[in-house]
């Protein structure tokens, strides 16, 4: 797939809602739509966000949010992205984020929320060092256990990702004052799931733990290394 088959839209039409949740049910092997056409629909009317990725004019991949607050700022909070599985690590998936970027820029939203699992070795990567976004929250068991076939009654922590949509804004740290510390994840936590829930679920604790104990210590996420771990700076 070239660039220049590749068109990222707005939708708004319940026909273009309908392919949204034919992708979701495929992305994420689940039988029960992850979305419905009335919520895209109401999303899409009251100022929301809702895209679709096209190549050549198939769809492989969508994406919505609506309007929230964060720190007290407006924001777009990006509920489900996702990319057929024929078409992921080509690009798609930075694309979508980017239109979405611009498209909260030109509406003066200064930040674009979002969750992601933190076992997911690839999504942490993707949101810390690809789009350089800040992780600003841990949640516990968010959704409770979630049966599709990816999280598979796993307990659904989530990182909270805030990315500014100015692409100038910064804060470095002064990280030669700060403490090191390193929270390794495991290599594939998706088949995990499904060959060893005893020792998935291990994990999920475990990654909880020092998470939310760094967090609470101040800490602050600063990148994710190629061998799966977090790296936290907590003040001295």
Do not use: C
Not at 20 to 43: C, D, H, K, M, N
Not at 107 to 118: E, G, L, N, V, Y
Not at 181 to 194: A, C, F, K, S
């Amino acid at each position: 797939m070239s660039e220049a088959d590749l068109e990222i839209r707005t939708l708004t039409s319940a026909e273009e809602m309908a392919t949204i949740v034919t992708v979701f049910q495929q992305v994420w092997g689940s039988v029960t739509p992850i979305v419905g056409v009335e919520l895209l629909r109401a999303i899409s009317h009251t100022g929301g966000y809702v895209a679709g990725a096209f190549d050549s004019g198939n769809i492989i991949g969508a994406s919505f949010g609506f309007l929230a607050r964060h720190q007290g700022a407006e924001a777009l909070h990006s509920h489900v992205t996702g990319i057929l599985p024929g078409v992921q690590h080509s690009g798609v998936g930075r694309a979508m984020k980017n239109h979405q970027r611009r498209w909260a820029a030109e509406r003066h939203i200064p930040w674009i929320t979002w969750t992601f699992d933190p076992l997911v070795r690839r999504n942490a990567w993707f949101n810390i060092e690809v789009l350089d976004a800040d992780i600003a929250e841990y949640l516990v068991n968010f959704y409770g256990p979630m049966t599709d076939s990816i999280n598979a009654q796993d307990e659904s922590d989530r990182l909270v990702v805030a990315w500014s949509t100015d692409p100038s804004a910064t804060s470095p740290l002064p990280l030669d004052e700060m403490v090191r510390h390193e929270v390794e994840t495991p290599e594939d936590i998706v088949v995990l799931r499904r060959t060893d829930p005893a020792a998935a679920a291990e994990w999920r604790h475990q990654v909880r733990r020092q998470f939310t104990s760094l967090l609470e210590a101040g800490g602050v996420v600063t990148a994710f290394t190629r061998t799966g771990a977090y790296i936290i700076h907590t003040p001295t």
